[in-house]
């Protein structure tokens, strides 16, 4: 499994996290504040290999708008977890 860093980074209000599977997972992506608390999961299904994207529009489970900051976004595979920092710039 690849992660790729989110383009645009930093963003407002919408950005794109790529990542490549070289075989088909279970995945979930999880985005965190720096507080470590989850603002909201975007994937978590089975996943076929191949290249995919997940689109963050900046909000959090509850379809709030979320505030300017670094934010994490950490992709969990059954024997792998990758994580990274992302800016939102308002």
Known sequence: MVVFQNY???FNPVTSIKYDLAETSQVRMDIYNV??????TLLNQEMLAGTHS???DGKDGQGRSVSSGVYLYRMTMPNKVLTNKMLLLK
């Open 54 to 56: 997940v689109i963050w």
């Open 35 to 40: 507080r470590g608390q989850l603002v909201k």
């Open 8 to 10: 645009p980074n930093p």
